[in-house]
Every structure is written in structure tokens, then in C-alpha cells.
């Protein structure tokens, strides 16, 4: 298979760049600087612009593009950001699968598409939520229609936050944690999907491959757990007491918005379309995902 990968120098983009070669895919990347490799392909979203020939041959297109969501505060000036970056990219793509008949297209989405559901497990069968996360990963999705009506198959990555030593979910806390200084935030009832960076790239190359698969995915471990469930396991898998507390107060005076929506709710998500696929999670518990984490570090 023939795969075009948009936002290839990414964290997931890296690792899914080698799953799928090692696999005996080719690989072929979409980058906006000037190509200077046989397997790159350069294009320019806010114009619309993609290099002549880029889709000859492509059986599928990945689009992991998005800018960053944790980055401070939310102002109106970076949620158009966080918009544009996930948004003008996915319509240009959408538009010329369509127009070149490529088969599949895979595009990244969020698992906060649920918003925030209390205790209550949700699949993919569940309407979108309230928030601004939520219409963010809603517009996102509705972005890929052009490709939809072109007759290509989509898949729409509602992802959790990736679990990895390289950064991710893990960045930021494993240097608080590894000194004592690791603690649950607010109440810590709140739920936090979670996926291993093996298994996310793993997924994507499963629904690659699997021409039954199509719609909403959520790239999610099937054992979600409360914030201070996480805040336990991540002390137990580095041998750290994680005794403290953010209060949600503190939080949501650093954070605004985002606190609200990215520290302090979270949906209690499960994968219901890779289950009844078939697939199999190499990390289905957090234990063991952080154990591989920590071990890698």
C-alpha cells in the first residue's frame, strides 16, 4: 500500500512512519518546506497548493496535522489557531482525494469530540458534547465531507492522550513525579482516556488495512480510569509517592478554559469499533503501558 502521511514529523507521525514501512508499506510524506527527499511531496494549505503528481499511485491518506492543544491559556487568537491548524488542512486534503479518487482517507480527531461525560462510558455511537473542544473536533471531522462524497472511505481518529517516554500526555510529568511532586488534580474523579504510543500507531495501520472499518474510531485503551487512578499508577510505575493535590481553583486561574476542559472533565471513553473489529491492544491496562514507559526512559 501506497501511503501519503500528512503531518509526518509529529510524535505519532514519526512512529507510524516506521510501523508502516517495517510493515511493507511505502511511505510518502506531505511537508510545507521545500522537498528534499524522492519521498516527500511539498504542499501549502492556506493556499491550497499540493506538488503535481502527489497522489499518483496513493491508496490512502493519514492527516495527523493540529497544532498543539496544551499550550497555556486559550485566547482567541490561538483558538483560531488550534481551528485553522486541524481545519484548512483537512478540507485542501478532503478536496483532492476527492478530485484524485484516492480510496481512504484516515484523519486525526480527538477523543474530547464526547465532551465531558461524568461516569457515563461512551463509544462512538454517542453524540458530540459541549465545550469548545468538543465543536473543535466536531467541525474537524465535518471537514473531511469532500473526501466522503468523493467515494472514499473515512476514518475519523478520535484519539486519547498518547502515553509515551518521548513526550505527549507524559512530557510534563514525569520529571514532577519522578521528584515526589506528583498529585491528582481537583478532585480527581474525573475520567482521562488513554492510549500507548504502540498501540495508537498499531490502530491506524489496523484500519489502514481493514477496508471494513470506516467513521468515528476511538483510539482509546479499553480500561479508562479516573485522574487520581493515573495519578497513583504513574507513582507506583516510578516507585514516587504522589501525595498532593491541585486544587481545580489554582488550575482554572493558571489555565482558564482549558483547564476546565483538558485537566478537570474528561469523557469515560471505550474503543466499541476496534472491539467488535477484532483488534487487540498490546497495552489494554495502564500498569503495563506505564511500566514499557518508564522501562524506556
Given at each position: 500500500m501506497?501511503?501519503?502521511?500528512?503531518?509526518?514529523?509529529?510524535?505519532?507521525?514519526?512512529?507510524?512512519?516506521?510501523?508502516?514501512?517495517?510493515?511493507?508499506?511505502?511511505v510518502r510524506r506531505l511537508v510545507r518546506r521545500r522537498p528534499g527527499r524522492p519521498d516527500?511531496?511539498?504542499?501549502?494549505?492556506?493556499?491550497?497548493?499540493?506538488?503535481?503528481?502527489?497522489?499518483?499511485?496513493?491508496?490512502?491518506?493519514?492527516?495527523?496535522?493540529?497544532?498543539?492543544?496544551?499550550?497555556?491559556?486559550?485566547?482567541?487568537?490561538?483558538?483560531?489557531?488550534?481551528?485553522?491548524?486541524?481545519i484548512e488542512p483537512t478540507e485542501v486534503l478532503a478536496?483532492?482525494?476527492?478530485?484524485?479518487?484516492?480510496?481512504?482517507?484516515?484523519?486525526?480527531?480527538?477523543?474530547?469530540?464526547?465532551?465531558?461525560?461524568?461516569?457515563?462510558?461512551?463509544?462512538?455511537?454517542?453524540?458530540?458534547?459541549a465545550g469548545f473542544l468538543a465543536r473543535l473536533c466536531d467541525r474537524w471531522?465535518?471537514?473531511?465531507?469532500?473526501?466522503?462524497?468523493?467515494?472514499?472511505?473515512?476514518?475519523?481518529?478520535r484519539t486519547a492522550?498518547?502515553?509515551?517516554?518521548?513526550?505527549?500526555?507524559?512530557g510534563p510529568l514525569l520529571p514532577l513525579f519522578r521528584f515526589g511532586l506528583g498529585g491528582r488534580l481537583g478532585d480527581g474523579r474525573?475520567?482521562?482516556?488513554?492510549?500507548?504510543?504502540?498501540?495508537?500507531?498499531?490502530?491506524?495501520?489496523?484500519?489502514?488495512?481493514?477496508?471494513?472499518?470506516?467513521?468515528?474510531?476511538?483510539?482509546?485503551?479499553?480500561?479508562?480510569?479516573?485522574n487520581a487512578e493515573f495519578t497513583r499508577a504513574l507513582g507506583r510505575a516510578l516507585g514516587r509517592p504522589a501525595p498532593w493535590r491541585v486544587p481545580g481553583v489554582a488550575l482554572k486561574a493558571a489555565l482558564g478554559e482549558a483547564a476546565d476542559e483538558m485537566l478537570l472533565t474528561g469523557p469515560r471513553a471505550v474503543p466499541g469499533v476496534l472491539s467488535a473489529a477484532g483488534f487487540e491492544f498490546r497495552h489494554p491496562d495502564l500498569d503495563g503501558a506505564l511500566a514499557e514507559v518508564v522501562r524506556a526512559r
Open positions: 501506497r501511503v501519503l502521511v500528512a503531518g509526518s514529523s509529529g510524535l505519532i507521525g514519526g512512529a507510524l512512519r516506521t510501523r508502516l514501512t517495517d510493515a511493507g508499506h511505502e516527500e511531496h511539498g504542499w501549502d494549505p492556506p493556499s491550497g497548493r499540493i506538488d503535481a503528481g502527489t497522489f499518483d499511485g496513493v491508496d490512502a491518506v493519514v492527516n495527523l496535522c493540529g497544532a498543539p492543544l496544551a499550550s497555556g491559556r486559550w485566547s482567541a487568537a490561538r483558538k483560531q489557531l488550534l481551528a485553522d491548524s486541524r478536496e483532492a482525494i476527492a478530485e484524485h479518487g484516492v480510496p481512504t482517507l484516515v484523519n486525526a480527531s480527538g477523543i474530547n469530540y464526547y465532551g465531558d461525560t461524568g461516569g457515563t462510558e461512551v463509544d462512538e455511537s454517542a453524540p458530540v458534547g471531522e465535518a471537514a473531511t465531507e469532500q473526501a466522503r462524497r468523493g467515494g472514499a472511505r473515512v476514518v475519523l481518529l492522550p498518547v502515553l509515551t517516554a518521548e513526550g505527549g500526555l507524559l474525573q475520567y482521562l482516556p488513554w492510549i500507548s504510543l504502540p498501540d495508537e500507531v498499531s490502530v491506524i495501520r489496523f484500519v489502514l488495512e481493514n477496508a471494513g472499518v470506516t467513521g468515528p474510531v476511538n483510539l482509546t485503551a479499553p480500561t479508562p480510569v479516573t
